[in-house]
C-alpha cells in the first residue's frame, strides 16, 4: 500500500471523512487542508447508480462552467482545406490533418481538448486506441465534431471553461471544478454546473438512485464527503 508523505497525515486529521459536508463547508474545508507549493485543482467525484457495462445506462455530456478551470486550455483542431483557416483564426493551438496524426502516433500529446470537423473523421479514427483512454477523441456526442462553421463557438467554449465527462468502467465520475486559488463562491457556482449537466444526462436506462454518492478533493488533499441533499440542490 502506497504510503503518504508527513504534509499528507498533517492534513488529513482536519477530514471526518464519514462527515458529510454542505458544499461550501466541504469546499473550505479542502482549501484548509490544501498544502502543496502549486494552485492545486478541486475535484469532484461522483459514484454512479448506474451500470457501467449496460449500453442504455452510459452517462456522458458537457458542462460549461462560468469560472473556467483557472489554467490555459491548449486547443487541436483536426481540419483540413478553409476549415484550417477558420481554426487558426478562431484562436486553436495546433491546426492540421496527416502532420497532427502522424506526431500524435508517436506519442505527442501536448493539448487538453481536440475537435475535429466531419470530413477528416475517417483519418482521426485510427486515434481511437490513443486518444480515447485520455478523453481526448472527437466524438458527436460530446460536441467536438462539428462543421468549420461551428469551430469558433467549439474554441471559444473550450478556453472558457468547457468540461467532458463520462462514466468510468468503476461506475464513478471525475471531474475538474477549478483551481484553489479560486473564491469559494465560484468553486461553489463551478460545482453547480457540473451538478446540474450530470443530472440532465441521466440515461433511459437508469433505475433506483442515479447519484449515489459525492465527494471532492484538492490534487494532493484528502477526499471529503459531500452532503447528498445540499449538494443535489445546486442543480436548482
Not at 506526431?103 to 477528416?120: Q, R, S
Not at 485520455?134 to 462539428?146: E, H
Not at 461553489?188 to 444526462?201: G, H, P, Q, S
Not at 441521466?202 to 459531500?226: D, E, F
Request: glycine share 8%; charged share 25%.
Amino acid at each position: 500500500m502506497a504510503k503518504h508523505g508527513k504534509n499528507y497525515q498533517q492534513t488529513v486529521g482536519l477530514v471526518d471523512r464519514f462527515q458529510a459536508c454542505s458544499p461550501v463547508e466541504a469546499i473550505d474545508l479542502a482549501k484548509q487542508a490544501s498544502y502543496a507549493r502549486f494552485d492545486e485543482t478541486f475535484e469532484l467525484h461522483l459514484r454512479m447508480g448506474v451500470n457501467p457495462r449496460s449500453a442504455d445506462q452510459q452517462v456522458r455530456g458537457v458542462a460549461m462552467l462560468p469560472h473556467g478551470l483557472g489554467k490555459k486550455v491548449r486547443i487541436l483542431v483536426f481540419a483540413e482545406g478553409e476549415a484550417v483557416n477558420v481554426a487558426e483564426d478562431a484562436g486553436a493551438d495546433y491546426v492540421g490533418s496527416d502532420e497532427l496524426i502522424s506526431k500524435i502516433e508517436t506519442g505527442w500529446l501536448d493539448f487538453d481538448a481536440a475537435v475535429a470537423t466531419p470530413d477528416v473523421m475517417n483519418k482521426v479514427v485510427k486515434l481511437g486506441r490513443i486518444l480515447g483512454r485520455r478523453g481526448l477523441m472527437p466524438n458527436p456526442k460530446s460536441g467536438t465534431i462539428v462543421p468549420a462553421a461551428d469551430l469558433p463557438r467549439v474554441i471559444n467554449e473550450a478556453r472558457k471553461g468547457r468540461v467532458e465527462f463520462r462514466l468510468d468502467r468503476t461506475g464513478i465520475i471525475h471531474l475538474p471544478m477549478g483551481k484553489a486559488s479560486f473564491d469559494t463562491q465560484k468553486l461553489v457556482e463551478n460545482m453547480a454546473a457540473l451538478i446540474e449537466a450530470i443530472i440532465k444526462a441521466k440515461p433511459s436506462g437508469a433505475k433506483g438512485q442515479y447519484i449515489q454518492s459525492v465527494s471532492l478533493c484538492t490534487t494532493m488533499g484528502p477526499g471529503i464527503k459531500l452532503d447528498m441533499k445540499s449538494t443535489l440542490a445546486l442543480a436548482a
